[in-house]
């Protein structure tokens, strides 16, 4: 595709668009765009404002990646640290209850078994009350390691937090889930 620029070196990506080439900021859109996405839904709970807050994210990396820092750490983490703030910054605005909504998740074998559609609903939703009973510190944890696949080093600079801080919390996190799902026989 483009052959003078790496393929999809998210690192080398970051740099190049931080000397202003819009292809390669145009690949860590397509690269980063359903992590983020993927974040910030499963903290409002509601696919608009997961759309529009994700392109809220991408417009304020685009002004800002002139001032990125590689600080030996993942883009991707930049990007969350972004995400992570506009959604508290959304909050901060709404200030009202967010919805109990699982994501609409439709596949071929739901449409050939649609049990298997109602158990995979139910199983979500189970998971999302299960999450709501945590900590806001924790809820974040448990998404972003399990959810979105990053280590606890990243976690730990998306945060702003030691990685034996973030640890611990997952560990208290996973034990209230393991009880919820004990106490309703998930």
């Not at 910030?40 to 304020?60: C, M, P, W």
């Amino acid at each position: 595709m483009y052959s003078d620029k790496p393929e999809k070196d998210p690192k080398q990506l970051m740099q190049l668009a931080k000397n202003g080439d819009t292809e390669a900021f145009g690949q860590l859109y397509e690269l980063y765009f359903k992590p983020v996405y993927r974040y910030i839904y499963l903290r409002t709970k509601s696919k608009e404002e997961a759309e529009d807050l994700s392109q809220v994210v991408f417009i304020k990396i685009f002004k800002s990646i002139g001032g990125f820092q590689e600080q030996n750490k993942q883009p991707l983490a930049y990007f969350f640290t972004i995400a992570r703030n506009t959604v508290i910054d959304h909050w901060r605005k709404k200030k009202d209850i967010l919805t109990d909504k699982p994501p609409e998740t439709l596949s071929a074998e739901s449409f050939e078994n649609p049990q298997h559609l109602i158990d995979q609903k139910s199983t979500a939703q189970a998971v999302y009350q299960a999450i709501e009973n945590l900590t806001e510190e924790q809820q974040e944890v448990i998404i972003l390691k399990f959810i979105n696949d990053l280590s606890t080093t990243e976690i730990a600079k998306i945060l702003d937090k030691k990685e034996d801080a973030v640890r611990q919390t997952q560990c208290r996190a996973l034990k209230i889930l393991k009880q919820y799902f004990k106490e309703y026989g998930i």
